[in-house]
């Protein structure tokens, strides 16, 4: 497939968890870091997690630390966002995406092979 699938959205209450997975094919997700964006209605996308080709480095938003785990599983070439605490500030579309390029983790610059998104809607 062209771009990776994400799923795993849903509407859940403040407090619940919800655990996203990001599906792709081909040899190319082993090769590249992996990143979670996050967009809501009005704003700009905002950094949720990254993690490296193998790994071995995370790194997380500064609004999801602690509650969010990032992970992948190359040899099913799935990536997945456990999120735990939620909270209706983490209401949004979460996007899954390869970085392509050098630089920081959280410059959405360096990623592309975008997904099209899984719906995250949190009650309070």
């Known amino acids: 497939q062209v771009h990776p699938v994400e799923s795993g959205g849903g509407l859940v209450q403040a407090g619940g968890s919800l655990r996203l997975s990001c599906s792709a094919s081909?040899?190319?997700?082993?090769?590249?870091?992996m990143g979670w964006f996050r967009r809501a209605p009005g704003t700009e996308r905002e950094f949720v997690a990254a993690?490296?080709?193998?790994?071995?480095?995370?790194y997380y938003g500064d609004s999801v630390k602690g509650r969010f785990t990032i992970s992948r599983d190359n040899a099913k070439n799935t990536m997945y966002l456990q999120m735990n605490n939620l909270k209706a500030v983490d209401t949004g579309t979460y996007y899954c995406?390869?970085?392509?390029?050098?630089?920081?983790?959280?410059?959405?610059?360096?990623?592309?092979?975008w997904g099209r998104g899984t719906q995250v809607t949190v009650s309070s």
């Open positions: 995406a390869a970085k392509y390029a050098g630089g920081d983790y959280d410059n959405e610059e360096t990623y592309s092979w």
């Open positions: 081909g040899l190319k997700f082993a090769t590249y870091p």
């Open positions: 993690i490296t080709a193998t790994g071995y480095t995370t």
